[in-house]
């Protein structure tokens, strides 16, 4: 057994008929054929729905749930008609009968019509009423339901097109004792030839437990709800005479949040109410003067009587308070208490508090009760709900002093402290500086009414951007009030005389503090060489050319400003401090134009030079006659032709030596007289010659 407390959702329900609807339609079809024309007798069935119908609700229960199903008669019907939902008034009518757990028998109607006899194996002409009765099986005072939910089917079966009356009770226990509960009642009605009819029926269980001079009644209603029926409770007055109201208290619903009570010209209401059903029969509305709950089945409300308050509110100097257009501060209030109970600090307070809330309401501000002044006019200050122990004294019948303070969380005046740290960067571009500040400040609570500071100042550290906002200032913890780290910006081809600045931890009693940071420029060693070259090209008679290069080396070192790419040099280092003297090669028969190239001293700023030597044949004189010569000319290259003793004049080998050769082609000039046939023949000489030297050399590359 299960126990619901106060709201019971009948819109579950909807799950239960998807797996079980045909089971029990062939289930509930049988009973009719054994059951017709008898009286209506409950039994056991599986869940679901005797007939299908775009209208046919779904019923819900659980593999202990009940269903149970009573059958009535079939009538006979020679029409075919859709499936459609009557209209059925719950009854207003209560009865203190509460055993009844069957429809009484009803009896064949006399009047014709459409009958499901006339097509017995037709059952969409079998016209039925389909009603369903869901409760549980215990409802409690208390609001409590027991149990799982009980599924009653009644069926119908029109005859001669009538359906008799039906009233049932639900059984004996379900109910409390004492407790009227009207009956499940449906009218006769020979309005049969429409449709099947489907109702679903549901209860609602509403308990008033009342408090009184005379010990605690209650109030109980029971409501039959149907299909598309709206039921409205009308308020109920709360009497002296029924329920003995103390003098001097009245009437409260404690914690109202669906219904209330209420005072009317001296006279006390539970507020009136609506019950509202959809069209299906499942989702049940309770309509009441504060909230609109949607799926009760029961519930239940406390009224107590409650003692007349005053509360006086005073400002910390003892000044009854007062806003413009609010009057003083004086409420009369109303305290919750069984009759004769003492009251209690907390239920002085909750309600002082509460009826604080009404002068709040308009006033900016965080008004809250801060104390109370006894009866010898000492404040007191509250101790968090406990007014210790002079709350008896002060409770001078239900009058009470309690002081009120608007309370702000505000900086305490003058105490922001903020401490700088100021990095200075020293770039080649100019100075720069970057500023770390923390700030500090205390808080505290302020009487806004009369300006005091009403709790220990609290030292808070600014975490936000805006400081005139409370939240931006934050609780002082290990990581949150320091000089961050702050990392050196680096500046390509400069060294920075430290790379970060380190984090430091600040209190208010650091002291500001100025660092710099210099760049110094890179710098690296570097070194240069050069070279002063003389080349000596001797042009050789044979046409050859041999060269010479007398090298002078010479280094400095330096250092290089990577910043800014310039070298500061030192000075040049020769290797030697001078291109020494050349001795020319000598050649039989020839006689170069120089002898000895002549050393000479190099420095830095020599340019490289260049000396080329050439060589003139030593002149040969013809043959005379009668000197027993030859006759013949020297060969070039041999001691006798003049064309070897021509200097060359060129300062590349290349001519030099296509210049000697060119001369060394020419016809010796002696000053005789032209022998023609000698020329001649010298020519041929030469020419033969060259062609053979120069086939010789070409031989000699190959």
Known sequence: MTKRRHFKLYKQKKKWVIGCSTLLLSLTLGAVDVQANDNLSSTNVDNSNPASSTNSPSHPVTSTNQQELVSVAPKTDDQSVSNQTATQTAPTTTSNNNTQDTAPVPTSSTTTGPSSSHHPDDWSNNYERIITINYYPQYDLDGDS?????????????????WDAIDWFPPEGTFPPGVTVPPVHFDATDEVTKANQHWEVNFLFRTFSIQSSTGEKTLSQVFVLTNGQTVTIPPIEITNQDYGIPTGYHPSMLYPTIDNVVEQN????????????????????YHGALNDVTGLSSFAKKIVFTAPLNFVYKDLNGNTYSVAGKGPAVFNGQETLNYSQALTTPQILYYANQFLDQYRMGIAGNYRLYGFFGPDGKFNQLDGISLSNAVANNQTGFTFNLAIVNQAYTPVPGSQMTKTRTIIFHKPTGDEQVSQQVSFQDFANFDQITGKQISPAELKVLTGNDQSQASAWSTLTADNHSWAEYPVPAIANYTSSQSTVAAQTVTPDTADQTIEIYYTAKTEKVTDTKQVVRTIKVQAPDGTVHITEQTVTFTRSGVKNLATGVTDWGDWQPSSSAWPAFTVPQYPGYTADVDTVAAQAV???TSNQT???TYQAVPVQPDQPGTGGTGQLPLPGQPGNPASNRPGTGAVPGQEVARSYNQQAALPQTGSQPNEGLVALGSLALLTLFGLAGRKKFEQSR
């Open 603 to 605: 420095d830095a700023a």
């Open 266 to 285: 001296g006279h006390y209401y539970i507020t009136g109410a609506t019950i509202s059903v959809d069209s299906s029969g499942y989702s049940i509305t």
């Open 611 to 613: 000396v080329v030597v």
């Open 146 to 162: 027991t149990g799982d939910l009980v599924h009653k089917r009644i069926i119908q079966m029109a005859v001669d097109g009538h």
